[in-house]
């Protein structure tokens, strides 16, 4: 390897041109603008694109152009008692979802912290959900699920039939998603956790010893605090993916039994999608969605900020 | 005697914890396991009370997934059965007591699969390793908002961006096609695929490519011969993450492609069998979607940790 250039100096003698010689600069704008340009054509233009539609009564089925009606679809959406319904469901999800991916994500780093034979393909094991589709993974826990022949009942020691409907009642639905949300994603939370662990140098435990101090002072004076900032880095990140929790929903329940389990973002996909495709309305609650993500995410961040400055 | 005593209770407690561990990590697998054994199982034993553990395997789901099938009469049965110009998948259509009638739309789904997730992830991966490292070697004027513009297109809920997308693909008849889904995931490709590479060339030493020059090279030279081979790795990982990305994607694909360009994951909920949901067949395509996940992540278990975050932590 360190010998690559004077090797490949022999094969192309110094001063022979090339037809394609591109000055520094050249390269550089050639190199950088597609990339640029391409995410400016499909983030930026459609932000605002879509901050103008939510102004307006137009829907993607009728042959008519928009309207300008104001803020009517903002105050028709703050007004819809139901879509606080969804709004609540989601809030409930996220919360729930995410404390319990940290408790499980961050208690598998703590036993998986020192190796011991066979730790690392066990972590690696484990991070197989975490990478399937989670339409596939909502679809599959389904069967998992199923109150007569599941082996999620029947592992809890219920006889067939006996056991809770886990899909099909009203109450248990919304912990059958916040279930399989946590098997998928706590594998998150232990991956960045366990990066955050091996960053602890071993001298403040060997000076703690010395010092006698008992094993909870240890873990919660040293190991918690130097976790913290990639700790709550995962938990923002896995904070806006439950928020913006799709697939799952979709494959798992679909939103029911009745709108047990309707979140934001699947009331966004109907409005938008189904039935009137009501675009205006649906792009001002997408904007609303923004918000409330921006808004948490700065949060967390100044949060963080906090945290890192000690 | 106190020192013994420490040793003997820490080698408890690593043993206790590994324990703990392996269980917690069999627990966690029951539902691969399943999916797994549920692919290959007959459909008495999906529904079988208590679940059957031990069964004759069947490609009776993978049958059902590939191809649409017809009820047989008792004497079209008594036909087929003296036919010997089956193929393997009607015999085992036959012991049900069907017929194959033709190929299902999971074939071509799966092409359309293969297809935008491949197509995506060259582009994604191609253009990124130019910008990274545009971004890497120049001074580039306003970098970091540049940077963290390209950073930010990842956190922006794609429901938000959908909308106008949908509008604009129709408009300019993209909507439905394969082009459009690959450009659409190479969009949101680019961010993780820009920095995830970015963080890898910063490791090729610059000294390379200046001895290079000097020799006579020019910069797309240098480019080629010294940095390319350099950053295989890390081209290889960056490839593989953006592949699992569009493999797995479903909300973009649901609403932007209806038949011609449908990918496998909005198809899969809706294979349904002869008499209500085949089980089997339906593990069968999640199997068949997983297999290669499971193989990337033991190929690449090193760069996990650099993957999910974007190259921001390195292992």
């Not at chain 1, 706590?186 to 094993?215: F, K, N, T």
């Not at chain 2, 590939?66 to 012991?95: C, G, N």
Request: aromatic share 14%; with cysteine.
């Amino acid at each position: 390897m360190q010998s690559a250039p004077a090797n490949t100096s022999t094969s192309q003698p110094a001063g022979s041109r090339r037809p394609l010689t591109l000055s520094d600069p050249a390269i550089k704008y050639l190199f950088l603008w597609p990339t640029v340009l391409l995410l400016i054509a499909f983030n930026v233009f459609p932000l605002f694109y879509s901050l103008y539609l939510s102004f307006t009564d137009f829907r993607a089925i009728a042959n008519q152009p928009p309207n300008w009606i104001g803020i009517q679809n903002y105050s028709d959406i703050l007004n819809d008692e139901q879509l606080w319904v969804y709004f609540r469901n989601t809030g409930r999800f996220v919360v729930t979802a995410v404390a319990l991916e940290t408790l499980v994500g961050f208690g598998i780093a703590l036993l998986l912290r020192s190796k011991f034979w066979g730790s690392g393909v066990i972590t690696t094991l484990i991070l197989i959900p975490m990478m399937s589709a989670p339409v596939v993974v909502g679809l599959f826990w389904k069967l998992i699920f199923n109150p007569n022949y599941g082996i999620f009942n029947y592992l809890l020691g219920f006889a067939a039939g006996k056991g809770p409907d886990w899909i099909g009642d009203g109450d248990l639905a919304m912990w059958a998603i916040i279930i399989v949300d946590v098997w998928m994603w706590s594998p998150y939370v232990m991956l960045l956790s366990l990066a955050g662990l091996s960053a602890i140098p071993d001298y403040i435990y060997e000076a703690a010893d010395i010092d006698r101090a008992s094993p909870p002072y240890q873990f919660f004076r040293i190991t918690l605090p130097q976790v913290a900032p990639l700790l709550l880095i995962a938990i923002l990140f896995r904070t806006i993916e439950a928020f913006k929790a799709f697939d799952l929903v979709m494959g798992l329940t679909g939103g029911g039994p009745g709108d047990a389990t309707e979140m934001v973002s699947v009331q966004l996909y109907r409005i938008a999608f189904l039935g009137q495709f009501n675009t205006g309305k649906a792009s001002a609650l997408a904007y609303i969605i923004l918000v409330i993500i921006i808004g948490v995410s700065n949060l967390y961040i100044k949060y963080l900020n906090k945290v890192k400055a000690g | 005697m106190a020192k013994v005593t420490n040793e003997t209770q820490s080698r408890i407690a690593t043993v206790g914890r590994a324990s703990l561990a392996v269980f917690l990590c069999i627990l966690y697998l029951i539902p691969v396991v399943w999916m797994f054994s549920t692919a290959f199982k007959p459909r008495k034993a999906i529904i079988s009370i208590p679940p059957q553990v031990f069964f004759t395997p069947t490609l009776e789901g993978f049958v059902g997934l590939f191809y649409k099938r017809s009820t047989l009469t008792p004497a079209q049965m008594e036909q087929y059965q003296q036919r010997t110009d089956l193929s393997w998948a009607e015999r085992v259509a036959l012991e049900q007591g069907l017929a194959i009638t033709r190929q299902s739309d999971y074939v071509g789904q799966l092409r359309n699969s293969l297809i935008i997730a491949g197509g995506s992830t060259v582009l994604a991966v191609g253009m990124g390793l130019l910008s990274a490292y545009a971004f890497s070697r120049f001074r580039i004027k306003g970098q970091a908002d540049l940077e963290f513009f390209i950073l930010s297109t990842r956190m922006l809920p794609p429901v938000v961006v959908t909308i106008p997308i949908f509008l604009m693909y129709r408009r300019l008849g993209l909507y439905d096609t394969h082009f459009g889904l690959i450009l659409l995931y190479t969009v949101f490709n680019l961010s993780l695929s820009v920095w995830l590479l970015k963080g890898f060339i910063d490791e090729i030493p610059k000294e390379y490519e200046e001895a290079a020059l000097i020799d006579g090279y020019s910069r797309l030279q240098a480019f080629w011969k010294i940095v390319l081979p350099q950053a295989i790795t890390g081209i290889a990982a960056t490839t593989v993450f953006c592949l699992i990305f569009a493999w797995n994607e479903y909300a973009f694909a649901l609403m932007l492609t209806s038949n011609r360009a449908r990918t496998a994951p909005p198809s899969i909920p809706s294979v349904i069998g002869t008499s209500g949901v085949d089980w089997a067949a339906i593990a069968a395509g999640s199997l068949l979607f997983l297999i290669p996940v499971v193989i990337v992540v033991f190929a690449l278990r090193r760069y996990l940790l650099r993957g999910i975050t974007f190259g921001a932590i390195r292992q």
